[in-house]
C-alpha cells in the first residue's frame, strides 16, 4: 500500500515520464514523512521561495521573517502542492505533442468502436422498427421511448455525428494522456510570482523551444481571454436575446400579442436594471476608470436591444480588459430579462395549441438557454466577483471548479422546476391562479425573510429592523426564480437557511398539485387533454424536480463549508465587510459556548503558518488528534486563529515596509544565478562588452540587447543556481545566442594573446569555458590608509587575515566578509610581500598625527564616478603616478556566491593562460573627428594580470529584441508592477485596515471580540497605522560589536528614554546615513550570538544602558524610532489612511480595552511599573488612539476638506472623550488614588479635540451647523474640553505660585497656549468672523433649544479662561516695564551725583600704604587715605574696579558682573608701573552699583517675562500688540543702560584727568625753580668752557709742532714714524674729547652735579698730559741734540742706544694714554 500511494504521489507531481531533474519544479513540495518528492535544490529560483522558509527563527511570531511575507504573496492563494515544470525544449515540447497524439489516437479508435461501430451494429436492424415521434404530449414522457426514437431517427447513420463524437473523445484522450504523462505540470493555474520567474527564464534562454513557448503562452493568453469576452459574455447574451426576438416574432405571427407584450416588457426591464446597474458602478467603484465618453456610448446604445453589449465587447478587446459594464450586463440580462421572457415563453408553449412543432422546438431552445442564463447567473453568487456585484457578497468559489460545477447544474435544475411549474399551474387555474400564488409566495418569502433576518440582526452591528430591511429586496428574485443566496455557506444569508425555502418549494409544489388536481377533478383524461403537446415540459418539470432534490442534499450536506473560514484570505484583505459579512463572522464566533484556549488558537496559526491555505477541515483533523471539538467550537476557534494569523501577518508585512531599506537586519544583495541576463562593466574605462557580429567590444551603455548576456553552466545550460566565485560557465550572447571564447591572437611584445570573441558554433567546448574568480579593488591615499583596512595573516605571504572595508553611506558590515582575501596586485603589477611591506614601513615612519587620523578618513574605491582613475584603462598607472595604491584582493575561498555588482576577473577553464581577461586601449564613444572608432577590446595577455569586471543585473526587455521577446518583456513588466503594487507601502495600509475592520467584533452583545482578547497584537496593529501617518518609522542598524555603537553615536537619556545626542563622527557616521536624526529614540537592542540566536532582546533603557556598559562580543541590532513631519497631499499613504479614517475609527480601542491593556502591561511588566505609567505609555492605547485621531483629522481636513466629515464624525463618536465626573463615574480611575492620571487624560483629550476644531474647516463652521454640533457635543467633546481646560488652568496658577530662587515661571503649558490660539472667545467682536472664534459653536446651538443654555455657559467658561489668561499677562508684562522705567530714573540720578576721588601712587610703597587701609573682601577704605599730592579720599569710599590701573592690569571691564575682589587685593602691588609713571586708583561710593543692579535686576525680569510671554503672544493677538512694544521698550532700555555707563565712565574719565591736571600744576611749579637754578650753573659752565677753549688752542698748537719733528724722524727711523703716528692719535683722541666736551656742555645746563665732575676729571687729565707733553718736548730736545752731534760725527747709533730709545718711549706713550683714559 505504501509504494502504491508513493507510486501515485508521484504520477500525481510528476507524471509518468515528468523528469524533475530535466525540467525542474515551478513550485517545490512540502517534504513530509513518508511521501515520495523528487526535489532538486538547484532548480529552485530566487523568486519562489519554498514555503518552508515561511516561518520566523521566533516561535511565538514576534519576528516573522520578511520571507515568510514574500512566500505568501501578501496572503495571496499559494498551492502549496509541487508543481513540475513543463518541458521547454524542442524535444520535450516533441515528446509532449507525440503523446498526446497517442493519447487521441487511441481514444479516437476505441470512441470509433465503442461509441459508434458497435452500438450502429447491434440497434442497425431493431431501429427499422421503431416509429419516430411527432408531437410532444404524453407519449414524450416515456424517455426510453423518445430516446430509442432520437437515436434511430436523428443520431444512427449521421456522419457528422460519427466525426463529432471520434474528435470530442479524441481531444478527452488527448488531455488525459498528457495528464498522465507530466502529473500536474500543464494542469495547474500559476500564480503572477511563478509566472514572472518562468517567463524571465524563457526571455533568458533564447533557444527554439523558449520561443515556441513564448509564442504559445501569449496565443493562450489571447485566446482566452477573446474566448472569455466573445463567447461566454457577448456570443451568449446575443444567442439569448436572439432566441427571445424570435419567440416575440412567433407570437407576432401567431397573433398572441399579449405575450409579445409580456416578453418585450422582460426584455425592457432587463435593460433598465443594466442602467441602473451603471449609475451604481459609476458613482460607487469606477468612478476613475471609466470615461465620460464610454458612458455616453453605452447609454446611447443600451435602448438599442443589447447592442451595448457589442460596443463593450469591442472596447473591452481593444482595451485589453474586460470593461466592468460588460460583466454587469449580462449579469443583469440573465437575471430578471431572462426570467420574465423564460416565464412567458413556457407559458406560452404550453397555452398555444396552435403552435408548430417547429415553433415550438424553437420556443423550447429559447426557454432552454434561458434557463442555462439564469442558472450560471444565480450559481455567481457562489463566486468571488459575482457574488460581489449580486449580492454585494463575495462567494467561495474562484474558478469552475466541482463545486461551482454542482452549483450550476442545481440552479438550471431549480430554475427550469420553478418556471415550469408555474406555467402548468397557471395553465390549470388561469386565469388568476399564478397571481394568487404569486402573491402568497412574496407574504410567506417576506414573512420567513423577515424572521429569520431579525435573528441574523442579532449579529449585525446595526439595528435589527435596519438589517432587516436591507435584505427584503432579495425576497422578489427569491419569489420569482431561485433563492437570493449562496447555496455553499451553511449560515442563513440574505434570505433564510435553504432548508427552509426549499420546504417551502416542496410543499408548495404539493398544495399546487392538489389545487390542480380539484381544478380537473383529479380526471387523468382531462389531464391529457390540457397538456396533450406539452410532454417535454412535464417531463422536464419532474427531471428537475428530482435532480434539485439530489443535488440540493449533496451540497448542503457534503459541499457546504463556511465562507469566511474557508475562503481565500482576499475575502478577508480585499475589501472590508459588509453588515451581512459581519453578522456571518459574529454568529460563528456566539455559536461556541467555551472560547478556546491560547494553546489550542497557537496550535491552529501554526498549521495556519504552514500553509495559510489549509481548509478548516484539514487543519482540524491535525489540531483534533490531541482535543475534541464539537463543530461550533472548532469552527469559532479556525475563524479566531484565522483573523489572528492575517492580522498578524499584514502587521508585519506594513511594519516591514515602513521600515523599508533603513533596516539592515536580514538585508542581503541579490546572488547572481544562472539563466539571468547580465551585463558585463570593465572596471577601467573599457565600457560594457558588446557583441558585434563576431566581434567582441567594449561600448559605452546603449540598452540593446547586444551588451547582455546569459550565465549558464558547462553541464547544464537551463540549470538555474547561483554563480560561485572559481565555478566554471559560459557566456551566451542574448542577442545572438553565440558563446564567448578565446582565439588565439597577435603577440603583444612578445607575450601570447587571446581575443574574446562571439561565435554559435566553436570546434571545443573548451574554448568557450571560464573562471569567475571573486575580487575586490580599493584605492587607498597613503599607506596609513592601507595599513589601517588591511591585515596581513603573517609576515611571509600575501593572505590577508582581515580586510575592514571603509565605510560608506548605507552600506551593511552584515554584507561585507573580511576573511578570505588575498593581495593579486598593487598598482597594476603582480603583488609581492616585500612590496606590501614597502607599505608597512612607510606607514610605520608617518608621522603620529597621520597615523592617529589616518583611520577616520575615507578610502575611496578606484571604481568611483568622477575619479580620473576610474576612467583609466589601466588604473593602477595612474594611481602609482599619484602616489596611491590601487590594491586588488582576489577571493582564496573558492565556492563564495557572486552578488550583483561584484567585481569578478575571467580567467580561462581550460588552462591556456594564467592571465585574466583584459581590455585593450581605445575609447567607448565615437570620434568626433574621424568615421573610424578605435573600441576596446577584451583580450588575454600572457603574464598581465588583467582587469576586473563588474556583473550588473540586466533589465528584462530591449529596444531591439523580436517581437515575442518584447512581448514577454512587457508581460514581465506588467506582472512585476502588479506585484510590486502589493509590496507597496499604501496597499499593505489599507490590507491591515481592512483586515483589521473585518477582525473588530464591536457593536454586538456577547460576541467574543477577537481583538480585545488578544492586547497585544491590538496594540502593535495600532501602532503599525499610526507610525506611517505620522512618517514614524523603526530604523534597524547592525553591529559587530556594542562598542561599534558607541563609536558611531553619542547616547543620552532624556525622560526616561534613550536617545541621539550626537554623532561621533558626523562625517562618516552610518546611523546618520541610514536616516537617523538627532532625538531618536533607541526602543529595542537585540544580540545574536554565532548560532543566529537572539540572546539578549530588551526595550527598557535601564537595561540597554546597563549593557552599554558591559563589553558584550555578540553581534548587535539597534532599533530607533525616527519621526519626521511631511506634507499629506505628498504621502500616498497618508491618503489611503484618510480613505480608510471610517474603518479606522472602529479599531480605536474603547475605554474598557484602554483600562484593561494598561492593567495588563502593567502586570506583566517585571518592575514596579504604576497604572499611569502603563496608561500613558508612547506605545500603549490612550496614546495611540489620540495620535491616530489627531493625525487622521488634520490629514483629512487638509485633503477632503468638508468631504472629510462623515469619517470625521465617526472619528468623534468613537474617540469617546471623558468628562472627569464620567471617568470617575464609570470607574474606570475612581477615587483620589487616580487624580493625576485622570487629570493627564483629560488635557490629553483637550490636545486632539482642539486640534480638531482647529481644523475643521471653516464651510463647515459657516453653513454646516448640524455637522458642527455633531462634532462638538456639549455633553461630551465641549465638556470634555472645559474639564482639560480647568486642568491646565489650575497647573499654571500653581506653577505660577511656586519661587524657585526669588523667581517664579509663568509660561503657559503648552497644552493652554495651543487652546487659546486655536479657540477665541465668542464675545470678542474683532474675533467673531474668524474661523477660530466660538461665535460659530453658539450659532450653531443657537436653535437648539434644550442644549443652546448648556452651550453658552460652555462657552462663557472658555471665555473667562481666556480673558483672564489675556488679563493676566498684559498685568505682568506692564509690570516689568514699569519696573524697568523705575530703574532707569534711579540709575541716571546715581550717575549725575557720583563723585569720585583719585590716589596717584608713584611707587610700591604708595600701593602698600594703600593696600593697608583697604577691607580685602570689599576694597573699601577702612580709613581716611592720602598718597603725595593726591586729596584725601575719606573712609567708606569703594575702589572703582572698571577704571584706572585696576582695569589695565586685571582686566576688569564694565561687563563683568563677579569681579574676583580677593585676587585684586592679593595682586594690588602688581599695579606698579617700573617706567616711572604715577599709578591711577579711583574711589567712589557704591550708590551707581546697587542702582546699576537693580536696573538689570528689572531688565532681566522684563526680558524674562517677554520670553515667557512669547507663546502667550500667538494666543493673545492683544498682548502680541503689547509684546512688539515691549520688545522695542527692552532694546531702548539696554540701550539707555549702556549709555548711563558710558556716561558714568566719562564722568570717572574727567574727574580722574581734573585730578591729574591738578597734581601736574603743582609738579610744574616745582619743575620751574629747579630749572632756574640749573640756569645759574649753565651760566658757570659757559666760563669753563672759553677756558677750555684756550686750552684746546695751545694743545693744537703743539701737535702742528709735533707733526714736524715727526716727518723729520719718519725719514731716519720708521719706528720715530710710528711713535709721531702715536702722537696723532692722540691728537685725535684729544678732539674726540674736545667734542665730548662740548656735548657734556651741554648736558651741564641739565645737570650741574655731572659737569662739575667732568670739570675736576678734565682738570687732573690737563696736568697728567701737561706733565707727559713738557718730557716729551725734554726728549725731543735732547734727541735733537744727540742727532746733531750723531750727524758731525757722521757716525751710525748703535743698536743697544736704538732700544733704550724705543723702551723709553713706548713707557712715555704709555703714562700719555694713562693719563688719556685710553
Not at 758731525?1688 to 730709545?1701: R, S
Request: net charge negative.
Amino acid at each position: 500500500m505504501e509504494g502504491c500511494r508513493q507510486f501515485l504521489n508521484r504520477v500525481e507531481t510528476c507524471g509518468v515520464i515528468g523528469d524533475e531533474e530535466t525540467h525542474g519544479y515551478v513550485r517545490m513540495p512540502l517534504l513530509a514523512e513518508g511521501e515520495a518528492s523528487c526535489p532538486d535544490d538547484k532548480e529552485i529560483d530566487e523568486e519562489t521561495p519554498s514555503p518552508e522558509t515561511s516561518l520566523s527563527r521566533d516561535a511565538t511570531g514576534t519576528n516573522l521573517v520578511k520571507a515568510a511575507t514574500k512566500a505568501q504573496q501578501d496572503l495571496k492563494d499559494l498551492d502549496n502542492a509541487p508543481l513540475l515544470r513543463p518541458p521547454r525544449t524542442v524535444k520535450g515540447i516533441s515528446v509532449a505533442v507525440l503523446w498526446m497524439l497517442l493519447g487521441a489516437a487511441v481514444g479516437g479508435l476505441l470512441a470509433y468502436h465503442a461509441l459508434w461501430k458497435i452500438p450502429n451494429h447491434l440497434m442497425g436492424k431493431h431501429c427499422q422498427h421503431v416509429r419516430p415521434i411527432h408531437h410532444m404530449g404524453f407519449d414524450a414522457i416515456h424517455l426510453s421511448k423518445a430516446a430509442l426514437s432520437f437515436y434511430c431517427h436523428a443520431i444512427h447513420r449521421q456522419p457528422s455525428l460519427e466525426l463529432l463524437s471520434v474528435a470530442g473523445v479524441a481531444a478527452a484522450s488527448s488531455v488525459a494522456s498528457l495528464r498522465l504523462a507530466y502529473g500536474r505540470a500543464y494542469f495547474t493555474t500559476w500564480n503572477d510570482a511563478e509566472s514572472v520567474t518562468e517567463l524571465r527564464k524563457l526571455y533568458s534562454m533564447r533557444t527554439p523551444g523558449s520561443f515556441l513557448v513564448l509564442r504559445s503562452w501569449r496565443l493562450r493568453l489571447s485566446l482566452h481571454f477573446i474566448f472569455q469576452i466573445v463567447i461566454m459574455l457577448w456570443l451568449r447574451y446575443m444567442l439569448d436575446l436572439g432566441m427571445d426576438i424570435q419567440a416575440m416574432w412567433i407570437f407576432i405571427e401567431h397573433g398572441d400579442y399579449e405575450f409579445f407584450s409580456f416578453n418585450l416588457c422582460g426584455v425592457f426591464l432587463g435593460l433598465i436594471w443594466t442602467a441602473y446597474e451603471f449609475h451604481t458602478h459609476i458613482s460607487e467603484d469606477y468612478s476613475g476608470k471609466i470615461t465620460r465618453a464610454q458612458v455616453f456610448f453605452s447609454g446611447l446604445t443600451l435602448p438599442l436591444l443589447g447592442q451595448h453589449v457589442t460596443y463593450l465587447a469591442g472596447l473591452s478587446l481593444y482595451q485589453g480588459a474586460l470593461h466592468p459594464f460588460l460583466f454587469v450586463s449580462t449579469l443583469a440580462e440573465a437575471i430578471l430579462e431572462s426570467s420574465v421572457s423564460s416565464m412567458i415563453q413556457t407559458y406560452a408553449v404550453v397555452f398555444s395549441q396552435h403552435l408548430s412543432a417547429v415553433s415550438k422546438a424553437q420556443l423550447y431552445v429559447s426557454i432552454a438557454m434561458s434557463f442555462v442564463s439564469i442558472g450560471y447567473a444565480f450559481s455567481t453568487i457562489d463566486q468571488v466577483d459575482g457574488g460581489k456585484v449580486l449580492a454585494k457578497l463575495p462567494g467561495f468559489c474562484k474558478s469552475f471548479d466541482g463545486r461551482f460545477f454542482a452549483v450550476f447544474v442545481f440552479r438550471c435544475a431549480e430554475i427550469t422546476s420553478r418556471i415550469t411549474s408555474l406555467a402548468m399551474f397557471q395553465m390549470v387555474t388561469r386565469p388568476h391562479g399564478i397571481f394568487f400564488l404569486l402573491g402568497t409566495d412574496i407574504l410567506v418569502i417576506a414573512a420567513l425573510t423577515a424572521f429569520f433576518q431579525y435573528r441574523v440582526g442579532k449579529a449585525a452591528p446595526v439595528n435589527q429592523w435596519a438589517f432587516v430591511r436591507q435584505n427584503m429586496f432579495y425576497v422578489v428574485p427569491s419569489v420569482l426564480c431561485c433563492l437570493m443566496a449562496p447555496m455553499l455557506e451553511k449560515d442563513c444569508v440574505l434570505t433564510m437557511p435553504p432548508w427552509c425555502y426549499y420546504a417551502t418549494r416542496i410543499l408548495e409544489l404539493v398544495a399546487m398539485t392538489a389545487i390542480s388536481g380539484e381544478y380537473l377533478e383529479w380526471d387523468i383524461e382531462r389531464v391529457q387533454d390540457l397538456f396533450s403537446d406539452d410532454g417535454v415540459v412535464l417531463a422536464a418539470f419532474a427531471m428537475s424536480t428530482v435532480l434539485m432534490i439530489i443535488l440540493g442534499v449533496i451540497i448542503r450536506w457534503f459541499l457546504g463549508i463556511r465562507t469566511l473560514i474557508d475562503s481565500q484570505n482576499e475575502t478577508w484583505t480585499q475589501s472590508e465587510f459588509n453588515n451581512v459579512q459581519h453578522a456571518l463572522r459574529n454568529r460563528i464566533l456566539l455559536g461556541s459556548q467555551k472560547e478556546a484556549s491560547t494553546s489550542d488558537i497557537g496550535k491552529i496559526k501554526s498549521e495556519l503558518e504552514r500553509n495559510p491555505t489549509i481548509s478548516s477541515k484539514e487543519c482540524q483533523e491535525i489540531v483534533e488528534s490531541n482535543a475534541e471539538w464539537t463543530e461550533a467550537e472548532w469552527e469559532a476557534a479556525f475563524l479566531r486563529a484565522k483573523a489572528t494569523f492575517l492580522m498578524q501577518q499584514t502587521t508585519k508585512s506594513l511594519e516591514d515596509a515602513t521600515n523599508g531599506t533603513s533596516s539592515m537586519k536580514g538585508h542581503a544583495t541579490k546572488i547572481v544565478k544562472t539563466g539571468a541576463p547580465i551585463t558585463v562593466r570593465s572596471s577601467g574605462g573599457g565600457g560594457i562588452l558588446t557583441c558585434k557580429g563576431e566581434d567582441v567590444v567594449g561600448q559605452f551603455d546603449t540598452a540593446l540587447s547586444d551588451q547582455k548576456f546569459v550565465l549558464e553552466t558547462t553541464t547544464d545550460p537551463f540549470a538555474s543556481q547561483e554563480l560561485l566565485s572559481g565555478s566554471e560557465v559560459c557566456l551566451r550572447s542574448l542577442a545572438h545566442g553565440g558563446l564567448l571564447g578565446l582565439v588565439p591572437g597577435k603577440q603583444s611584445d612578445g607575450a601570447a594573446t587571446f581575443d574574446l570573441r562571439c561565435h554559435a558554433d566553436w570546434h571545443s567546448p573548451e574554448d568557450t569555458k571560464f573562471v569567475p574568480v571573486l575580487v575586490h579593488e580599493e584605492l587607498f591615499k597613503n599607506p596609513m590608509r592601507f595599513a589601517h583596512h588591511v591585515y596581513m595573516q603573517d609576515d611571509t605571504s600575501l593572505r590577508v587575515a582581515k580586510l575592514d572595508q571603509p565605510k560608506r553611506k548605507g552600506q551593511s558590515s552584515k554584507s561585507w566578509t573580511s576573511e578570505g582575501w588575498q593581495i593579486m596586485a598593487i598598482n597594476g603589477q603582480e603583488a609581492t610581500r616585500q612590496a606590501v611591506d614597502e607599505i608597512l614601513q612607510k606607514a610605520k615612519k608617518a608621522p603620529k598625527a597621520a597615523r592617529s587620523t589616518s583611520g577616520d578618513e575615507k578610502s575611496e574605491a578606484g571604481t568611483e564616478a568622477g575619479s580620473d582613475i576610474a576612467k583609466a584603462i589601466n588604473p593602477g598607472e595612474v594611481a602609482a603616478a599619484k602616489g596611491e595604491y590601487m590594491v586588488q584582493f582576489v577571493k582564496v575561498n573558492m565556492g563564495t556566491p557572486i552578488k550583483f555588482g561584484d567585481k569578478v576577473m575571467l580567467k580561462h577553464a581550460a588552462g591556456w593562460t594564467k592571465s585574466a581577461l583584459g581590455m585593450s586601449k581605445g575609447s567607448t564613444s565615437v570620434s568626433e573627428t574621424s568615421d573610424i572608432v578605435d573600441l576596446p577590446r577584451p583580450r588575454v595577455v600572457d603574464n598581465h594580470l588583467g582587469l576586473a569586471f563588474t556583473v550588473e543585473d540586466a533589465e528584462y526587455g530591449s529596444k531591439d529584441d523580436p517581437v515575442v521577446y518584447q512581448w514577454a518583456a512587457d508581460f514581465i513588466n506588467r506582472l512585476q508592477d502588479s506585484l510590486t503594487l502589493q509590496e507597496s507601502l499604501a496597499e499593505k495600509y489599507r490590507m491591515l485596515t481592512v483586515v483589521a475592520y473585518n477582525s473588530r467584533t464591536v457593536g454586538v452583545e456577547g460576541v467574543p471580540g477577537i481583538l480585545h482578547a488578544d492586547t497585544e497584537l491590538h496594540s502593535k496593529l495600532l501602532t503599525s497605522l499610526l507610525k506611517p501617518i505620522r512618517h514614524e518609522k523603526d530604523i534597524m542598524i547592525e553591529y559587530d560589536l556594542l562598542e561599534d555603537a558607541d563609536d558611531d553615536i553619542e547616547f543620552t537619556e532624556s525622560d526616561g528614554r534613550i536617545v541621539i545626542q550626537g554623532w561621533v563622527d558626523e562625517a562618516d557616521c552610518r546611523a546618520k546615513a541610514l536616516g537617523l536624526q538627532i532625538g531618536d529614540e533607541l526602543i529595542l537592542l537585540e544580540l545574536e550570538n554565532e548560532d543566529k540566536q537572539i540572546v539578549v532582546s530588551t526595550s527598557r533603557p535601564s537595561e540597554m544602558s546597563e549593557l552599554f556598559s558591559e563589553e558584550r562580543d555578540e553581534l548587535v541590532y539597534l532599533t530607533f524610532r525616527s519621526r519626521t513631519e511631511p506634507k499629506a497631499e505628498d504621502n500616498d499613504i497618508i491618503k489611503k489612511a484618510v480613505d480608510q479614517a471610517g474603518l479606522i475609527a472602529t479599531l480605536l480601542p474603547s475605554w474598557q480595552e484602554i483600562v484593561a491593556g494598561a492593567t495588563a502591561v502593567a502586570g506583566k511588566s517585571n518592575s514596579d511599573m504604576m497604572l499611569e505609567d502603563a496608561l500613558l505609555q508612547e506605545r500603549g492605547f490612550f496614546a495611540t488612539k489620540c495620535g491616530l485621531v489627531s493625525s487622521l483629522m488634520e490629514a483629512g481636513f487638509q485633503l477632503l476638506h468638508d468631504d472629510f466629515t462623515d469619517a470625521a464624525l465617526k472619528l468623534h463618536n468613537l474617540f469617546d472623550a471623558k468628562t472627569e465626573q464620567e471617568l470617575q463615574k464609570e470607574g474606570l480611575f475612581p477615587g483620589e488614588k487616580y487624580q493625576e492620571l485622570r487629570n493627564t487624560i483629560l488635557v490629553r483629550q483637550l490636545e486632539v479635540l482642539v486640534g480638531s476644531w482647529h481644523r475643521v474647516p471653516r464651510i463647515i463652521k459657516e453653513d454646516r451647523p448640524n455637522i458642527l454640533r455633531s462634532l462638538f457635543r456639549p455633553d461630551v467633546e465641549l465638556a470634555a474640553m472645559r474639564d482639560g481646560l480647568r486642568v491646565l488652568y489650575a497647573r499654571w496658577q500653581a506653577k505660577r505660585e511656586v519661587v524657585v530662587n526669588g523667581e517664579t515661571t509663568i509660561e503657559m503649558p503648552e497644552q493652554l497656549t495651543d487652546f487659546f490660539s486655536k479657540i477665541q472667545p465668542a464675545t470678542d467682536e474683532d474675533t467673531r468672523g474668524d474661523e477660530k472664534s466660538l461665535f460659530w459653536l453658539t450659532k450653531a446651538f443657537h436653535q437648539q433649544s434644550d442644549r443652546s443654555k448648556h452651550v453658552q455657559q460652555l462657552v462663557t467658561e472658555f471665555s473667562k479662561f481666556y480673558e483672564s489668561a489675556e488679563t493676566f499677562w498684559e498685568r505682568r508684562v506692564n509690570s516689568a516695564r514699569e519696573g524697568a522705567e523705575h530703574a532707569q530714573v534711579s540709575m541716571k540720578a546715581a550717575v549725575s551725583g557720583e563723585k569720585a576721588k583719585v590716589i596717584l601712587c608713584s611707587s610700591v610703597a604708595d600701593l602698600m600704604a594703600v593696600k593697608a587701609k583697604l577691607d580685602g573682601t570689599t576694597l573699601k577704605l577702612k580709613e581716611d587715605c592720602q598718597v603725595g599730592d593726591s586729596v584725601k579720599v575719606p573712609a567708606g569710599q569703594t575702589l572703582i574696579l572698571t577704571q584706572g590701573a585696576v582695569r589695565d592690569v586685571f582686566k576688569t571691564k564694565a561687563t563683568s558682573k563677579t569681579p574676583d575682589r580677593d585676587a585684586i587685593y592679593r595682586g594690588f602691588e602688581r599695579m606698579y608701573r617700573p617706567d616711572g609713571k604715577d599709578v591711577r586708583l579711583l574711589f567712589s561710593s557704591d550708590d551707581f552699583v546697587v542702582q546699576q543692579g537693580e536696573a538689570e535686576k528689572a531688565m532681566e525680569r522684563l526680558r524674562r517675562d517677554l520670553e515667557q510671554a512669547k507663546t502667550a503672544g500667538q494666543a493673545f493677538p492683544s498682548v502680541k500688540q503689547n509684546l512688539d512694544t515691549l520688545n522695542e521698550v527692552l532694546h531702548d532700555f539696554k540701550m539707555n543702560t549702556k549709555d548711563q555707563e558710558a556716561m558714568r565712565k566719562l564722568a570717572l574719565q574727567e574727574q580722574e584727568f581734573a585730578e591729574m591736571m591738578r597734581v601736574a600744576n603743582n609738579r610744574l611749579h616745582q619743575v620751574e625753580a629747579k630749572k632756574n637754578k640749573l640756569e645759574e650753573l649753565n651760566n658757570q659752565l659757559e666760563a669753563d668752557k672759553v677756558v677750555l677753549a684756550n686750552q684746546k688752542q695751545t694743545v693744537e698748537e703743539l701737535n702742528r709742532k709735533l707733526e714736524a719733528d715727526k716727518a723729520v724722524l719718519a725719514k731716519q727711523k720708521r719706528d720715530v714714524e710710528d711713535e709721531l703716528a702715536t702722537v696723532m692719535t692722540v691728537k685725535d683722541n684729544i678732539d674726540a674729547e674736545k667734542t665730548q666736551l662740548t656735548e657734556k656742555t651741554d648736558e651741564l645746563a641739565k645737570d650741574k652735579e655731572k659737569l662739575r665732575i667732568e670739570n675736576e676729571q678734565l682738570d687732573v687729565k690737563k696736568k697728567t698730559m701737561e706733565e707727559a707733553l713738557k718730557e716729551v718736548n725734554t726728549y725731543l730736545e735732547s734727541q735733537k741734540t744727540t742727532l746733531e752731534r750723531k750727524s758731525t760725527q757722521q757716525a751710525a747709533p748703535e743698536e743697544a742706544e736704538e732700544t733704550a730709545a724705543k723702551t723709553y718711549l713706548a713707557g712715555l706713550m704709555n703714562r700719555v694714554n694713562a693719563s688719556l683714559g685710553l
